[in-house]
């Protein structure tokens, strides 16, 4: 009887003793997948920030490579007022490499933003040097001087502006038409430039989606066969980082209008 006695106790204590030893490891295992969770997470936190730090750094190249293909196209023209023979095609080849490196550069990336602070942008000589540019490749814009200053990055300006003038250049003609217009205005608290062209203009359904990557209308492949259809994505994000707004409509008269408003601070 003492015997049995002293086996059942002795079960019941190893009995607790597991039981114990269960709750413990219970215990751990709950530690333990608390610290595994928060570990998946900061990992999950790190490749998030990677991910868009790459992406910002592509976009990045590919905004810059694809509009630094205006001031390439405008050094040719320049270099066809060379008098020097060998000068003038030695100055085509490198030009001619820069463009095919910028071409290659653009094909191995899938809009945008240098550092740039905010300056005033007198906005009359900012577009007569555009102007004179496009006259140089034999284009016709009008343009009145209305004297507004608009606090901007001049140079994500300069790229904005120089898509949506290279766009209107291309797309917006049709022979013997009104060309291309360039209206700045202030309206509602915003300093408005607008650029309008006599061609097509853009079917409204077609409309909302022209600032998505690589898309292209009929017309802008056959007119345009070297577009990428980015032009105007990197166009808004440049505006939007500015904290402007970019719209695009179809002019009551026919033609693309163009709009970039930008925050008018003047007065603040
Ligand atoms: N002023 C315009 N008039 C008519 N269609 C236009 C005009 N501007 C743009 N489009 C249409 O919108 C499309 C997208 O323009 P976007 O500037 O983004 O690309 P792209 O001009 O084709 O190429 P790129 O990347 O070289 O600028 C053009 O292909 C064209 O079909
Ligand atoms: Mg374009």
């Known amino acids: 009887m003492a015997l049995a006695l002293l086996v ?18 219970e215990a751990e295992v709950q530690v333990r997948t608390a610290e595994v969770e928060q570990q998946k997470q900061a990992l999950e936190h790190t490749q998030a920030q990677l991910q868009r730090y790459v992406e910002d750094r592509e976009r990045l190249f590919t905004a810059i490579s694809h509009d630094l ?33 910028v071409k290659g550069a653009l094909q191995t ?16 000589a900012f577009i007569g040097r555009l102007l004179r540019s496009a006259q140089l490749a034999g284009h016709r814009i009008d343009f009145t001087p209305a004297g507004l200053v608009v606090q901007a990055r001049p140079l994500a300006l300069k790229r904005a502006i120089g898509n949506l003038l290279d766009n209107a250049l291309c797309y917006g003609h049709s022979g013997d038409d009104g060309g291309v217009a360039i209206v700045t205005e202030r309206a509602g608290g915003m300093v408005c430039i607008r650029i309008r062209d006599h061609g097509p203009g853009v079917p409204e ?53 163009a709009t970039v408003m930008l925050p008018d601070r003047t007065d603040s």
Not at 219 to 247: D, F, K, P, S, Y
């Open 8 to 25: 059942w106790a002795a079960d019941r204590m190893r009995a607790r003793m597991h039981r114990r030893r269960r709750r413990q490891l």
């Open 69 to 101: 293909r205006t001031p390439i196209t405008r050094l040719k023209l320049r270099s066809e007022l060379l008098d020097d023979d060998d000068v003038r095609d030695e100055f085509h080849d490198d030009l001619d490499d820069l463009d095919m490196m």
């Open 109 to 124: 990336v899938k809009d945008t933003d240098i550092h740039e602070n905010l300056t005033a942008v007198r906005l009359d």
């Open 205 to 257: 359904v077609d409309l909302a989606r022209l600032c998505e990557p690589h898309v292209r209308l009929d017309h802008g492949r056959v007119q345009n066969a070297g577009g990428l259809g980015l032009g105007l994505g990197i166009t808004r994000a440049l505006v939007e980082a500015q904290g402007g707004v970019l719209r695009l409509e179809n002019h009551a008269d026919g033609g693309l209008l």
